[in-house]
């Protein structure tokens, strides 16, 4: 039997308020693909996390930008892809600071990526200068 691949792709302006939008948008996309409940949330919590982050520190909160979220999914995986028009970053400059040491200092931030990581089965991060940078997040659906 063959696996049918779909592609579904929302791009919204680079506002804080659309990030409700970009959650229901996630949700309904991990449903259509099989996954089960708990996945789902995972799934929203990073993608909103990844999202939050393009707003506020590739974008610095400008509108005029835009978040393209792309899903693709066949019967294994379901693919997030998450496009930004910001400068980027290197993934691999963010020290991996225990999270006692973060509580203890009291520091907010800085653990987006470990988040995502932690819900996710696979985060690859990819600068591509001149054009866009695409975070993509891969979720193996359990049947």
Known sequence: MTSLE?????????????????????VNVG??????????????????EACANVIEHAH???????????????????????????EGFDPTAVPATPVEQMVHDRRTGGLGLRVMKSLMDEVSYEILPGDRNRLRLLKRIQK
Do not use: C, M, W, Y
Request: glycine share 6%; proline share 2%; no cysteine.
């Open 6 to 26: 779909r592609t579904l792709t929302l791009t919204v302006p680079s506002a804080t308020e659309n990030l409700a939008l970009i959650r229901e948008f996630v």
């Open 60 to 86: 610095g909160h400008d509108a005029n930008k835009e978040v393209t979220v792309r899903a693709t999914f066949d019967t294994a995986t379901l693919r997030i892809e998450v496009v930004d028009e910001g």
């Open 31 to 48: 449903s259509q693909a099989g996954l089960g409940e708990d996945d789902v949330a995972k799934l929203e919590l990073a993608v909103d």
